[in-house]
């Protein structure tokens, strides 16, 4: 494989395509096979709609000259875009974390575009296939790239490390996700660290939370740039932070009111803000940028519905994230208080004893109705007069149309596949 000749077509297209249904004119089609799909056979389609070239691994569907044959498109794909990333040389920051990344990474982006030209991860594009692709998107006016990376098993990191080969980084924290494939909380520190690994071989700059005992432990040999609530000894001091229930920043005499739900979130404006100062972005442009972000894809959003007040956080969930979201919504100035929680995936064998936890914590007071949803919680459940358990969302919907849940504030979280975003229809016009 001659990566230079290929980088020359990518340089001549107008950018990387891996999904015929929305291919670009002039793209360069990657072939990836996917476990129920082998996409080699969408190569010629892929000409027909206009791709200038394709790159395949499977012979039987060479076309013409237009047609680059490969060992494996996947690793051509990740060969490319570190040729890619090595041809531009430009700062990248790359970010991980078992909680708020992609929060983080946007609020990185919106105050980092106040000063640069700045790309950042699309989504959650940040696997094996997502992190290529995202620095492909990178192009010669790009100032910085922000690439965010997910990882459900150890070595992951590392490997994407490899191919983005980060200047700066940052990990969020180390919580209890993904605990299947990490094999318990542990591998989760472990797995995230390897971005601390690779700082430390490439003398980078790590970005440290002076608040987490495990980055500040982590980072001890690394060149580091730090933040922390009253810590005067970091380089930057965050004055105070609250929440109730948007959270508000207080640095340098300068007030930031966020559009953002739940002290949790306080770490990831703080983050946002460092690299904004580290970067020379002027404190009156990062409080700007700050203020002006508004989540959305159901990540910490307050929604009205009739008389309802929702916090809608329904994009995933894990035990840490779980736990600060009703540590949050707990210490809330509001009465009538209302929890919708569902199931949290990929806990593995940690799955039963985890959600029991939840719903045996002390935060949740007898005032509070709670509705617990999925199969896990379901078999978790106990007698407590305000809780009701629900096997499925269907069970809970059935209750919902036969109910009315008003003057309430909600909360609603859960993992990404219990969609209890659902729940909005059931809650108020």
Avoid: W
């Avoid at 600060?324 to 799955?351: P, R, T, Y």
Wanted: proline share 2%.
């Amino acid at each position: 494989m001659d990566i230079n000749y290929i980088h020359g077509l990518f340089l001549e297209s107008s950018g990387v395509s891996i999904d015929t249904r929305k291919i670009a004119v002039n793209s360069m089609f990657v072939a990836i096979k996917g476990e129920r799909f082998d996409a080699n056979t969408f190569a010629k389609e892929a000409l027909e709609k206009g791709a200038s070239s394709v790159i395949i691994d499977n012979e039987s569907y060479y076309i013409d000259e237009r047609t680059i044959l490969v060992e494996d498109s996947l690793v051509a794909l990740q060969q490319l875009a570190s040729f890619h990333r090595d041809f531009l040389k430009l700062p990248i920051i790359a970010l991980t974390g078992s909680n708020g990344k992609t929060t983080t990474k946007e609020l990185i982006q919106v105050v980092l575009s106040k000063k640069y030209n700045t790309k950042a991860t699309i989504g959650n594009l940040n696997n094996h296939i997502g992190v290529p692709l995202t620095l492909l998107s990178f192009n010669s006016e790009t100032e910085i790239g922000i690439v965010e990376m997910g990882a459900n098993h150890k070595k992951e990191i590392e490997f994407l490390c490899e191919i983005a080969k980060p200047n700066y980084g940052y990990i969020t924290n180390f919580g209890k996700a993904h605990l299947e494939g990490f094999g318990g909380v542990e591998g989760v520190i472990q797995g995230k660290s390897e971005m601390y690994q690779y700082l430390l071989k490439s003398k980078a700059l790590a970005f440290v939370n002076l608040e987490d005992t495990i980055q500040v432990e982590k980072t001890r040999h690394l060149n580091s740039y730090t933040f922390g609530v009253g810590k005067k000894n970091a380089d930057v001091n965050i004055d105070s932070v609250a929440a109730n229930p948007f959270v508000e920043v207080v640095f340098s005499d300068i007030k930031i009111t966020s559009h953002l739900i739940g002290l949790y979130n306080a770490n990831n404006l703080n983050a946002a803000l460092t690299i904004g100062k580290y970067f020379k972005v002027d404190d009156l442009a990062i409080k700007e940028a700050l203020e002006g972000y508004v989540p959305e894809n159901n990540r910490s959003q307050l929604l009205t519905k009739g008389s309802n007040e929702i916090i809608l956080d329904a994009y995933n969930a894990n035990p840490s994230s779980m736990l600060v979201a009703i540590q949050n919504f707990v210490q809330l100035g509001k009465s009538n208080k209302v929890m919708i929680l569902g199931d949290m995936f990929e806990l593995g064998v940690d799955s039963l004893k985890e959600h029991k936890a939840i719903v045996e914590s002390d935060l949740i007071d007898g005032e509070i109705g709670c509705y617990f949803i999925g199969e896990a919680f379901y078999e978790s459940r106990n007698s407590k007069p305000n809780f009701k358990f629900y096997k499925t969302f269907s069970d809970f919907k059935e209750y919902l149309q036969n109910t009315s849940i008003t003057n309430s504030i909600i909360l609603i979280k859960g993992s990404r596949g219990m969609a209890l975003e659902r729940t909005l229809e059931f809650l108020g016009e």
